[in-house]
């Protein structure tokens, strides 16, 4: 089905502090002419979209460009499907709010947001994949970025927890590996007293080696404010990433991220950083999970 947005003598919105925050998507792009080709529009897109790239199969939108004295059109294919969207261009009108008018039409489209993120969440499932594998094959570097990556997705989430407990632990840090061993247990339902003495061993070997795995998540949380202050959204994005896979007890990083997700309307990635806020703070909460696998690891110390 193709749907039609007429955008003609739309004044540009008062600037809006997520505006221009790039949907996360992989999209191509083409076309020639004075607009389409222009640097304004070229820009206008880049800053809507994680990347711009040539057309080639690998990218979950394909953009083309089609020009006239009358108007610009950008036909977006997401999904099997087209979208059109239309800006009719008057001696009023620069190409600079031309631009802005048509990536501000696509980037906010439901249909393509859907579009966009049903890749994002099939690309960090696949990675998960890649971390199960790197977790049989010994590989606890690429285990850690590769799982963690699959928690912003729509997988069940214990078996990561516990592979990323097992990772953390293995690679000496102790403090994330039992945290993701009480997520494991509070996510899987798993009575602490059921564990095994190998799944536990890697968790007394970790503290056994003395490492501190520390973090500064407050001062980390600093940075994000004050790029959000600056709308520079990409970046404070990520920073709340990477509080999170640095200290991923730490709350605000969660709910920072569902509000900003929620006030983007990427509602599937709201319910999901949503999920994960309760979890971790439930998870925070239970005291009795520390106390439990601190038995469990007396019992075969």
Known sequence: MRFVFALALLVPAAANA??????????????????????????????????????????????????SPEALVLKVYARGQGLKFTVERNP??????????????????SEVIAAVLDAFLARNAALADAGNREFAASDWSDTVAHLGVGLESEL???????????????????IKAKWYLEAYLRASGLDPAKLTD??????????????????DADASFGEYQNLAAAHHWDA????????????????????????????????RLTKIWRARAVFVINVNKDTRLGKDIEARLESIR
């Not at 730490?250 to 990427?266: H, R, T």
């Open 18 to 67: 997520y505006e221009v925050a790039s949907l996360p998507a992989r999209a191509s792009f083409s076309g020639a002419g004075q607009l389409c080709g222009s640097t304004a529009l070229r820009n206008n897109l880049s800053a809507r979209f994680w990347w711009i790239v040539a057309p080639d199969d690998s990218s979950d939108l394909q953009i083309k460009c089609e020009e």
């Open 92 to 109: 009023q009108s620069s190409d600079d709010n031309i631009a802005f008018l048509a990536g501000s039409a696509v980037a906010r489209d």
């Open 156 to 174: 069940s989430s214990a078996p990561i927890y516990f592979g990323l407990y097992r990772a953390h632990a293995e690679l000496s840090h102790p």
């Open 198 to 215: 190998e799944q536990v061993r890697p968790l007394l070997k970790a503290e056994a080696s003395g490492a501190m795995d520390s973090d």
């Open 236 to 267: 404070a994005f990520q920073k709340l990433r990477e509080i999170v896979a640095a200290a991923p007890w730490y709350e605000p990083a969660y709910v920072s991220l569902a509000q900003s997700f929620d006030a983007n309307g990427w509602k």
